[in-house]
């Protein structure tokens, strides 16, 4: 019983361990994404000449949407920049890609800035999200407490003989 | 189940020699049927003329082995780059029947499954249980992976079975202190490595199985393991050398294969430069190939020697200039190759995309799935309370492929594909452990339940 209340709070303990270590990873993978810098590491997708910038805004959202993408963030970086964070799936847990776009708006070249139109461009990066190597590793850390708290005779298939 | 059949199947210790005949019987029968049905749903999807179009390799082995035949001289930078081993048997096909790539596919099939059969024994020969190693033999029977590369017109499941039997024969002859057993296992080794150049630090692993094999399971003493282990390898040595020699003599270089050289030189490097260097991303592709061309252009206008120092010489001056982004990628590389997943089949069987598609969204998460390299890591931790000696062995060859893997470049599971090998024993054990822990915990459920219904009356 000693041996079981034992085990038990190790488990408690590891989960807990596990559960700050997820956020601290969920955390991370945003920031990482949120660091990644259009003009390096995303491609081109769309270039378009606008009247409307917030309804284009909102139409790439809306695609971002489409493409199965939950939105995380939406916000203004400076005057002429906008970034949308979306994730694959829900739950960062599920998640296979965090992607982000950025919206450049292009500053109207000539004598006047104040002009109907404006030139809008789009970059698309994405990083992997860190929940699949996340995920595999708290299987493996409740799984190896479950190794070390069996006897192996117990374990008639593995370490008996079977001939 | 009818008595009499279990009793043939199962019986006691007299059954024993049955035993592992039926189960290697059954295990080929498998891996058989199921290679030979995949080749027939390939070969009426895309047809046997397209067979060398599925993948780029095809024709660069296509192209060495017609230089071999002398028939076609621009197929000699291709010889150079991927060895003799696989054009050689392309050529001996050839030779006989044409190029009729049908009947490759077919002798590929069946060394494919027996591969398999090889694995079941060597895991036998290992751990000394039949429910281990016959789980390892039918894991790599179903595996998608050793199914599609044995339908595939590349060197992969050539390789594994000259691998898997060197393997296998070594631990016979460690285990039954068989001298011919050795000699065999340094030759298949040797064929292993003029077909792939990957395997051509292996030696060195069985110099380490020869020093870890415990004396228990083995019927000389560990000097004449050591002798043993000593002689394979010399011999898996040799038998490259000779084609090593073969290049030095032509073009000046001592090379099996440049291949890992290559992939090393134009994928890796141009991945670290690209970051080191704060390029743009896309600028990795245009990097990559340009590297890719100049050396092959070096290859044919007969600059190898050149070409191979270059190589090196660029190789060790990006590794010294960012040895931090080449570590980064170095690990990234290998664990990307390490829990790859197939990805050859949909071009194998682009029939059956659409039907495939929920596998893909479901158990392929992007390229990778990480529960095939975490099952096998558990079941190194748990075959360590049997015995930390076999676990070590067992898990040898998956560190020593994931290495050379991140020299590379993501190439699907291909790659780490031979470290099926003893990967399938410990996902065995991994497997057998699930299924104990849950016979534990219905026998624990069952008790508590009866003591609860007692106290309830």
Redesign the interface.
Known sequence: MKRLNRIGVIYIVIILILVLVGLLWQSRDYDKISKIDY?????QIMRRVIIDPPAFRAEIKEIMSKDLLTIIRDYQVDEHTWEIIGQSDKYWLLA??INKATIVEIPAAGPSQETRYKEMSVYDGYI?AGS??Y??IV??CI??I??CA?D?N??????L??? | MNIKLTQYFWGG?NH?IS?GLSLSLIIFAVALMLRISFMLLMLSGIGSSHLVDIFPDTAKYISAGEYLLGSNYQGEPYLFLVGPGYPLFLAIFAMGFGWGYWLILIIQVILSSFSCVIIFRLAELLT?????STISGLLVAVSLTAISLASAILSDALFLFFLAASLYLFVEGMTGDKWKACLWSGIAGGMATLVRSISMLFPALFILFALLLPLSMTAGNRKSMVIKSLVAAGIMIIIPGFWGLRNYATYGTFNVASSGYLAAKSYLMAKILVEGE?????DFQNLRDSIYEVSMENYRAGHYKQDQDDNLAFIVSTIKKYPGVFLKYFLSTSLDNATAVSTLHPLQLPQFNRASAWMTKYFY??F????V??VS??GF??YI??SVRIAVILILPIIYFALFSGLTFGQGSRIFFPAIITQSVLVS?GI??F???S??AKSSIKSKWKSLSIRLK
């Not at chain 1, 117990?154 to 370490?159: D, E, K, V, W």
């Not at chain 2, 000394?128 to 281990?132: A, D, P, T, V």
């Open positions: 003009r390096t590491n995303s491609k296979d890609y992997h699949e190597a995920l595999a299987f493996f799984m190896i479950a190794v069996v192996k117990s374990l008639p298939h593995l370490f003989k079977s001939k | 210790p024993a035993k000394r249980n039949l429910y281990i704060k390029r743009h991303v896309s998460r992007g990778n799935n990480y529960a390299l975490t890591l558990l931790f748990i309370k049997k054990v057998l452990f299924y104990d822990l016979l534990i």
